[in-house]
């Protein structure tokens, strides 16, 4: 393996952007999202940063069930993230569509609609799991 690859690897394990996306759940795994940002959790400090542009992020953070309302736009923000480009279903929602399957306007989980990286189980999913599941893909990119 060349140098320059070998840097370009090592820069992307460390500096991982993360888009947030909820694709209409109950907002529980929103709000641990949410406090993953504060100062308690500092992901910063691991070189995880929170990106607002598609066309900016390596990782998206996927929350709720795919619904009809929100396939298209799911897809459209996974098709403007430049590649090489991630994708982490967080909850028991991102992962099958959890209490919502079966209704009238859910396809199911993430996996339905783009390709899923890593699956994080939770209703909701604390965010000492959406650590670990971030750093098992930074570990997987390598």
Known sequence: MSVI???????R??????????????????????????P??????????????????????CTGPVTAQSKDRLIQIYHQMPAPKWVIAVGSCGCSGGIFTGSYNVYGGIDQAIPVSIFIPGCPCRPEAVIAGILKLSEAID
Do not use: M, Q
């Open 5 to 11: 690859k070998y840097i370009l690897r090592w820069a």
């Open 13 to 38: 394990r460390k500096s991982l952007w993360v888009l947030h996306y909820n694709s209409g759940g109950c907002n529980g795994c929103d709000i641990e999202i949410v406090d993953l940002l504060t």
């Open 40 to 61: 308690r959790f500092d992901i910063e400090r691991l070189g995880i940063l929170a990106e607002a542009s598609p066309r900016h992020a390596d990782v998206l953070l």
